[in-house]
Nanobody, 121 residues
Framework: VQLQASGGGLVQAGGSLKLSCAAS????????MGWFRRAPGKEREFVAA????????YYADSVKGRFTISRDNAKNTVYLQMSSLKSEDTAVYYC???????????????WGQGTLVTVSS
């Protein structure tokens, strides 16, 4: 499975941005999809995850109520809508895919290349 993340950029604090991640697999709907991020000088951390049918989602406390993960299985794409962005959301955002259950750990088999989000204060 190859994953291609896009949509990063520079945004002002309080603004919004939507990330996309396109997957190259015919069985996209069978994968749990997750978003992670790595801020400068910090460890990679979990952001959000969604199950195959898109009915179950899970968020890190730091983004709950501000970020929304969704997917379109017909387009083999998962999205991360980010709102009320803060400077601490600045990071490289990675999408990832795994089989099994929705989880916040980083035990995902496939990873995208990352897209940079910079929030200016």
């Amino acid at each position: 499975v190859q994953l291609q993340a896009s949509g990063g950029g520079l945004v002002q604090a309080g603004g919004s941005l939507k990330l996309s991640c396109a997957a190259s697999t015919r069985t996209f709907g069978s994968y749990v999809m997750g978003w992670f991020r790595r801020a400068p000088g910090k460890e990679r951390e979990f952001v959000a995850a969604i199950n195959g049918p898109g009915k179950s989602t899970y968020y890190a406390d730091s983004v709950k109520g501000r970020f929304t993960i969704s997917r379109d299985n017909a387009k083999n794409t998962v999205y991360l809508q980010m709102s009320s962005l803060k400077s601490e959301d600045t990071a490289v955002y990675y999408c990832a895919a795994r089989t099994g259950g929705v989880t916040s750990d980083d035990n995902y088999a496939y990873w995208g290349q990352g897209t940079l989000v910079t929030v200016s204060s």
